[in-house]
C-alpha cells in the first residue's frame, strides 16, 4: 500500500486592510492595528447610504509584477469594467507564489492548480449594470420603447456582464493569468468557502491530480451587501466588531483577500520550500434549516468539529488554539460558544480562543481563509494574538477569550466557522515536523 501523503502548507498571501504581504500582515497584527474607514455611497450626487469597513488602502494591482498582456485581455473582455474582487484574487496569488518559491513564467505552463473561493463574484457589479442600463433607456424619452424592445436592449448591453456572473468565468480569468492547466475548481459556499477550499485542494493532491494548488479568496465589500446586512440587523453601526461581547452589534466588512499555498510534503521538502505548517484534516456538515441564522440546539457545528479532529487523527486535548468565526451576533456568538463548551467543557483553558474579524473585517466568502492565515502565523511565531474590542466578555457564553499578546508553543490549531445557510465547518493544522 502506498504510502499517504501529507499537505504542506508552503505559501501564504495576504491583502487585508491593515498589510499586504505576509510580513507587514503579521507586524500590523501584533501592534493591534486597524484600518476601518466610513464609506459613502452615492448615486450621481445623491447620498445612498454609508457604512464603516476595514479597507484597503491605495491599491493598484500594476504593482503586482503580473502579466500586462492578460490583464489587458480580461479588461478588454470585460468591457473596461473593474471587477475589485477579481484584481484582488491576482494580486493575493501572485504574493503567494512570490512567498512559496513556486516558480511562475507568464510564458511557460504553471505547474500548480487553483481553488478559487468567493460568495458571488461579479453578482453586484451586474445589478449595478444593469439598474444603470435600464434606468438610461428610461431616462430617454426619444426612445419609444416596447417592452419587448426594452428587454432586447437591456440583454444586449448586459449580455457578457451577466455571463461573467458564473464561476467558472472567474476561474478562466485566473488560470489565463497564471497559465494554469492542472485540474481546478471554484467554490462557493457562503463565509466557509475557504475551508471547503482547503479540504478540496487536500484531496487533489491525495488523488494525484496535483502537486501543488493555490487556494484563493477575496471579497470588495459595497453597498449593495451593507444594505442587505443592515436590514437583516447584523451590521455594526459604530463599525465595531466585538466578537462574544455582552455590548456585540454586529460585524463589519473586511475588505481584501488572501491566498495559501498547499503542497505534497515530500514535493515541497525536495524543492526545499519554507513549511508553515500541515493539513491535517477538515470536518464539514450542513445544518440545512435557515440561510440567515442558525439553529440553536442543534449539533451540526459540533458534528464538524469533531469529523475534523476524527480526520486529522487529532484528540480534543490537543488543539492548543482555537479561531472560532466571531462575527459579534449574539445569536451566531451563543450558537458556536455553545457548540465549544460542548466538545471542550465550559471555559476552556486548553484550547485557547481567539478571533481575528476585530482586526481585519469580515471578508464574508473569503473570511474564513484568511483567517487561516493568520492562524498559521499565529503557529509559525509561537504567539497568540488577542481578541481586539473583547474586555466586556459575556459570562453566559462559557468561554474565554485571550487578552493580550501570548507566547506559547503551539502544535496544533483548529480554525472554525459558522456560515451562513449552515455550511459548519472546522479545519486542523499541525506544526511541520
Not at 473586511?254 to 515541497?268: L, P, Q, S, T
Request: charged share 25%.
Amino acid at each position: 500500500m502506498p504510502k499517504e501523503k501529507r499537505i504542506a502548507i508552503t505559501g501564504i498571501g495576504p491583502l487585508a486592510s491593515i498589510g499586504t504581504g505576509r510580513r507587514e500582515l503579521w507586524q500590523n497584527l501584533l501592534a493591534g492595528k486597524t484600518n476601518i474607514k466610513l464609506d459613502e455611497a452615492y448615486i450621481d450626487d445623491e447620498l445612498w447610504d454609508k457604512y464603516h469597513f476595514h479597507k484597503v488602502d491605495n491599491f493598484d494591482i500594476s504593482r503586482f509584477g503580473l502579466d500586462r498582456g492578460a490583464l489587458d485581455w480580461i479588461k478588454d473582455w470585460k468591457q473596461g469594467d473593474e471587477i475589485k474582487d477579481l484584481l484582488y484574487l491576482l494580486a493575493v496569488i501572485k504574493l503567494a507564489i512570490d512567498d512559496s518559491g513556486l516558480v511562475y513564467n507568464p510564458d511557460a505552463e504553471s505547474d500548480f492548480g487553483l481553488v478559487l473561493a468567493h460568495e458571488n463574484m461579479a453578482l453586484i457589479p451586474f445589478l449595478f449594470k444593469v439598474s444603470e442600463t435600464a434606468y438610461n433607456i428610461m431616462s430617454d424619452k426619444s426612445k419609444q420603447l416596447t417592452k419587448k424592445k426594452f428587454y432586447d436592449e437591456v440583454y444586449r448591453l448586459c449580455l457578457k456582464a451577466g455571463y461573467d456572473v458564473q464561476p467558472f468565468m472567474t476561474l478562466f480569468h485566473v488560470a489565463k493569468v497564471f497559465n494554469v492547466r492542472q485540474h481546478s475548481l471554484f467554490i462557493c459556499n457562503a463565509c466557509a468557502s475557504g475551508l471547503y477550499a482547503l479540504e478540496t485542494a487536500s484531496e487533489m493532491i491525495h488523488s494525484n491530480q496535483n502537486s501543488s494548488v493555490i487556494v484563493a479568496a477575496s471579497d470588495f465589500p459595497d453597498i449593495y451587501k451593507y444594505l442587505w446586512f443592515r436590514d437583516l440587523g447584523i451590521y455594526s453601526k459604530d463599525g465595531i466588531c466585538r466578537p462574544f461581547s455582552k455590548d456585540s452589534n454586529g460585524l463589519v466588512f473586511g475588505d481584501g483577500g488572501v491566498a495559501i499555498v498547499m503542497e505534497d510534503m515530500e514535493h515541497a521538502k525536495k524543492r526545499n520550500a519554507t513549511i508553515y505548517a500541515e493539513y491535517l484534516g477538515g470536518g464539514f456538515a450542513l445544518e440545512g434549516w435557515q440561510v440567515t441564522v442558525p439553529k440553536v440546539g442543534s449539533d451540526s457545528y459540533q458534528n464538524a468539529m469533531l469529523k475534523a479532529l476524527e480526520q486529522s487523527k487529532v484528540k480534543k486535548e490537543e488543539i492548543d488554539l482555537l479561531c472560532p468565526h466571531g462575527v459579534g451576533s449574539h445569536v451566531i456568538d451563543y450558537y458556536e460558544s455553545k457548540a465549544f463548551t460542548e466538545i471542550f467543557g465550559d471555559n476552556p483553558k486548553k484550547p485557547l480562543i481567539t478571533a481575528f474579524k476585530p482586526y481585519v473585517g469580515h471578508n464574508l466568502g473569503g473570511s474564513a481563509l484568511l483567517e487561516v492565515a493568520i492562524l498559521l502565523l499565529c503557529l509559525s511565531n509561537d504567539t497568540i494574538l488577542p481578541t481586539l474590542n473583547s474586555s466586556n466578555s459575556n459570562p453566559a457564553y462559557k468561554i474565554q477569550l485571550v487578552q493580550k499578546v501570548k507566547k506559547a508553543k503551539l502544535k496544533t490549531v483548529m480554525k472554525a466557522c459558522a456560515a451562513f445557510a449552515g455550511f459548519n465547518s472546522a479545519v486542523v493544522f499541525g506544526k511541520a515536523w
